[in-house]
């Protein structure tokens, strides 16, 4: 996941048929929302690269990576303003039934209310050269930033929490709503100079509650591999 806005950035890293991918997906889906204006959201996808760095390996087969190339297609056609609104919602019902298959992510865009031309274009980028392109960069990026736990969540451009094997760990200002919007709120803060208004409501509603170092260090024991 990406911030939009200036050099804020929010990152997830994930292993598209690993369960604690789709955790942190419907766990940020449970907040994000409230703040539409401030974050966008991005998925990259942890693969293997082959052959000098030109070719893509998925950790599950190539069902995964026809799966990622599929919501990489969709993450890079849904209008800027419908980032929030959209994109989480479409990977939570793609997620309910089979996520190689381009006819079923259409009809949980339909249920988004995704227009035909856009579709047409994820369809179209996802059996073209252009997927392909798209899976390789995320790839990529995933080495460059040395990431091999699903899901992993960069927060303008830091690395800021784990979950693996349904712990989180690595997660120094804690995994609720609350610390999320918090780290959020302050990278947009110190990027943007102002507190928006989204950010206060949403701090507001969803107080942010230190965790002691012992609790995250017990998480980090039961997470490590």
Same mark, same amino acid.
Request: with cysteine.
């Given at each position: 996941m990406? +911030?939009?806005?200036?050099?804020?950035r929010?990152?997830?890293?994930l292993?598209?048929?690993?369960?604690?991918?789709?955790f942190?997906?419907?766990h940020?889906?449970t907040f994000i *929302?409230?703040l539409?204006?401030?974050?966008?959201i991005?998925?990259?996808y $942890?693969?293997?690269?082959? =052959?000098?760095d030109t %070719?893509?390996a998925?950790m599950? @087969?190539?069902?995964e990576?026809v799966?990622? *190339?599929l919501? +990489?297609?969709?993450?890079?056609?849904l209008p800027?303003d419908?980032? $929030?609104?959209?994109?989480?919602?479409i990977l939570?019902?793609?997620?309910?039934g089979?996520v190689t *298959? $381009?006819?079923?992510?259409k009809?949980?865009m339909?249920?988004s209310?995704v227009a035909a =031309?856009?579709?047409?274009?994820v369809?179209?980028?996802?059996a073209?050269?252009? @997927?392909d392109?798209?899976?390789?960069?995320s790839?990529?990026?995933? *080495?460059e930033?040395?990431v091999? %736990?699903?899901c992993?969540?960069y $927060?303008?451009?830091?690395?800021?929490?784990?979950?693996?094997? @349904?712990?989180?760990?690595k997660?120094?200002e804690?995994?609720?709503?609350?610390?999320?919007?918090?780290?959020?709120? =302050?990278?947009?803060k110190e990027?943007s100079?102002?507190?928006?208004?989204?950010?206060?409501?949403?701090t507001?509603a969803?107080p942010y509650?230190?965790?002691?170092?012992?609790?995250?260090?017990?998480?980090?024991?039961?997470?490590?591999?």
């Amino acid at each position: 996941m990406r +911030m939009r806005l200036s050099t804020t950035r929010d990152s997830a890293w994930l292993y598209l048929l690993h369960a604690d991918a789709r955790f942190c997906e419907s766990h940020f889906n449970t907040f994000i *929302k409230q703040l539409p204006s401030v974050a966008s959201i991005r998925t990259e996808y $942890i693969a293997r690269l082959e =052959d000098n760095d030109t %070719k893509v390996a998925c950790m599950h @087969g190539q069902r995964e990576c026809v799966g990622n *190339k599929l919501q +990489m297609c969709l993450q890079a056609h849904l209008p800027a303003d419908k980032n $929030i609104a959209w994109y989480l919602d479409i990977l939570k019902c793609q997620s309910q039934g089979d996520v190689t *298959k $381009i006819e079923e992510l259409k009809s949980c865009m339909t249920a988004s209310g995704v227009a035909a =031309d856009v579709q047409d274009r994820v369809a179209a980028c996802a059996a073209g050269e252009l @997927g392909d392109q798209l899976l390789l960069q995320s790839a990529k990026v995933v *080495k460059e930033r040395d990431v091999h %736990k699903s899901c992993t969540v960069y $927060i303008a451009g830091k690395r800021r929490c784990i979950r693996d094997g @349904g712990t989180w760990y690595k997660c120094p200002e804690g995994n609720s709503a609350g610390a999320f919007i918090k780290q959020i709120c =302050d990278a947009h803060k110190e990027s943007s100079g102002s507190v928006s208004l989204e950010c206060k409501a949403a701090t507001e509603a969803n107080p942010y509650v230190p965790e002691s170092p012992k609790a995250d260090a017990g998480r980090l024991l039961q997470g490590s591999v």
